[in-house]
């Protein structure tokens, strides 16, 4: 049979043991949450990242829309009126 010290000691060791596997379990677990953050900030900084440049895109393509509809209406005023009647400055 074992002494109480001898008991006592083996009881501490576990003890300490177990100490340990939570300490390296805890810093595992928290690199893991930070890996992730960091993960998660990249890809939130690439999505708008593209959002903005699509969103720039759209503008350029609503500006060259607009921009040639002004310049249709322009060339069917110089084109004379649709009636034929040309306007003279006599």
């Known amino acids: 049979m074992a002494t109480p010290s001898k008991e006592a000691r083996e009881r501490a060791e576990l003890k300490f043991r177990k100490k340990e596997i939570e300490?390296?379990?805890?810093?595992?677990?928290?690199?893991?949450?930070?890996?992730?953050?960091?993960?998660?900030?990249?890809?939130?900084?690439?999505?708008?990242?593209?959002?903005?440049?699509?969103e720039a895109a759209d503008a350029t393509a609503r500006a060259a829309k607009a921009l040639g509809s002004a310049e249709a209406k322009e060339?069917?005023?110089k084109a004379g009126s649709p009636h034929g009647k040309t306007s003279s400055a006599a």
């Open 75 to 77: 060339s069917k005023k």
């Open 23 to 54: 300490a390296r379990d805890a810093s595992k677990a928290m690199a893991d949450y930070h890996a992730g953050l960091i993960a998660q900030r990249e890809k939130t900084a690439r999505l708008k990242a593209l959002r903005e440049a699509k």
